[in-house]
């Protein structure tokens, strides 16, 4: 008899967030490799045109597929909510909080559901986020604290803010993200930045005129340092680009030494890291630094606030700095000289090995086969 891990793959059919679907793609891409003998991977989707489809091309090696009678965002409602589930039970796991949240039984009908927390936004930045979004995420950590079998989270200083915010008790697990599978520069790098409008050589940041993501901070550190390069500035919101440049402009950067774009695929994201002298993580929140740990992944240097994460993730793989002099100071020495710049690059490197979908994959396996 198969024992069937099925999967939540609403990310794939009806992505809500970038970093979400990479991360629901990639751990059921790599569940489907470390499957052990006598287990198969099976999906769980919301109504969605041509969803077969759209997993077949994203996850090879889903054996089938339990279609939900609603589209995402009403299932996502509906589970809000505790409305009973149509798609049975068995063991569920969700790279996400959206799960059939209600009462099973673990012991003699062998349920078990298991959901995912990449950050705690709805907690430590409620007032950036739409009020529908804060609601859902709140409400379904509620029905996680009461229903789920286990509550994975990247890291442990993730793990111990949850604890503060919700009563768990062991069923919280820590297993990390990763780059994406295979992530690395690409051999058209080149092309790919001239297509974007990037230049070579420049220093990277990631986030949006939030205030939780402290681009001023980077911003600041960067002209305080008197390192003359342009500043490339990934993941910002459409509506927020003009606004990013008159921060940094702000700052004293001039406008025309600013590049900002939005979501970019893993390809072109790998490009423009190709391109990047440093990466600057000024952000303090809770949540997986994505971008942190694909720089690690491709050996970029990394500049990191002091955080509690980026402790955790970092390590000894790049800088961590207590404030905007100490990033400043921080990227001078980085870019001292091109012998300095190659060593970090290499602590870098070391410590993106760190990170595996594939040992990810392996310990979610373990994980349902613990519960």
Request: glycine letters at 6%.
């Amino acid at each position: 008899m198969t024992a069937l891990l099925r999967v939540m793959l609403d990310q794939i059919v009806a992505p809500t967030d970038p970093a979400s679907a990479m991360a629901s793609r990639e751990l059921a891409r790599a569940l489907v490799a470390t499957a052990p003998e006598g287990c198969a991977v099976v999906g769980i989707v919301p109504h969605a045109a041509d969803a077969a489809a759209l997993v077949e091309a994203s996850v090879p090696g889903v054996t089938e597929l339990t279609r939900a009678p609603l589209p995402r965002r009403e299932l996502a409602a509906a589970w809000q909510l505790g409305v009973p589930s149509s798609i049975g039970g068995g063991m569920i796991h969700s790279p996400t909080l959206l799960a059939p949240l209600v009462k099973h039984d673990r012991v003699h009908d062998l349920d078990q559901t298991v959901v995912t927390l990449w950050d705690l936004d709805a907690w430590e930045r409620p007032g950036e986020l739409a009020r529908t979004a804060v609601t859902w995420h709140r409400s379904m950590l509620k029905r996680a604290a009461k229903h789920a079998d286990a509550v994975v989270v990247p890291s442990h200083a993730l793990a111990e803010r949850l604890s503060e915010i919700t009563a768990l008790g062991d069923r919280v697990r820590v297993i990390a993200g990763a780059a994406p599978a295979g992530f690395a520069v690409p051999v058209d790098e080149v092309g790919r930045r001239r297509a974007l409008g990037l230049p070579e050589g420049f220093v990277m940041v990631s986030g949006s005129t939030a205030p939780s993501a402290r681009l001023a901070d980077a911003f600041d550190a960067v002209v305080r340092s008197g390192v003359d390069l342009p500043v490339v500035v990934l993941d910002v919101p459409a509506e927020d680009e003009q606004a990013v440049v008159a921060l940094a402009v702000d700052a004293g950067i001039a406008s025309e030494s600013v590049h900002v774009h939005g979501a970019l695929d893993d390809a072109d994201r790998a490009a423009v890291l190709g391109g990047a002298v440093a990466l600057m993580a000024p952000s303090r929140l809770q949540s997986f630094p994505w971008r942190v740990v694909e720089a690690l992944a491709v050996g970029v240097p990394v500049i990191a606030a002091d955080s509690a994460v980026h402790r955790e993730v970092v390590w000894d793989g790049g800088s961590l700095v207590a404030d905007v002099e100490a990033m400043a100071d921080a990227l001078s020495t980085v870019l001292g000289s091109a012998e300095v710049v190659d060593r970090f690059a290499v602590l870098a490197a070391d410590r993106g090995r760190a990170f595996s979908w594939l040992s990810a994959a392996e310990r979610v396996w373990q994980l349902h086969a613990d519960l």
